[in-house]
Nanobody
């Protein structure tokens, strides 16, 4: 079982940046592909980006170039660097396994609000 604690969200102006962190418990984190998801108000949770256990990233095409995913297996931590944020990026951001990973419980997420 793996549990996640997301942090680093907040209120930022359009064009700003945030760096999210995901701390994972347990010793399974390092062997699985991981992902960031987000859920905007009134919408379903959606996949944003994934990273393999070896650090190879994949991004939703609309976000490529603005978001960067990374992980530190030694620290059981994953990161999401978000640049050039727009109001459309406003959502609660969650980390979890990639779609093919086991269905671990969702954390509370971290709220990102992009507004002037």
């Amino acid at each position: 079982q793996v549990q996640f604690v997301e942090s680093g969200g907040g209120l930022v102006q359009p064009g700003g940046s945030l760096r999210l962190s995901c701390a994972a418990s347990g010793n399974m984190f390092r062997i699985y592909d991981m992902a960031w998801y987000r859920q905007a108000p009134g919408k379903a949770r959606e996949l944003v980006t994934t990273i393999t256990s070896g650090g190879v990233p994949w991004y939703v095409s609309s976000l490529k170039g603005r978001f960067t995913i990374s992980r530190d297996n030694a620290k059981n931590t994953m990161y999401l660097q978000m640049n050039s944020l727009t109001p459309e990026d406003t959502a609660v951001y969650y980390c979890n396994g990639a779609p093919a990973a086991p269905p671990w419980p969702w954390g509370q997420g971290t709220q990102v609000t992009v507004s002037s």
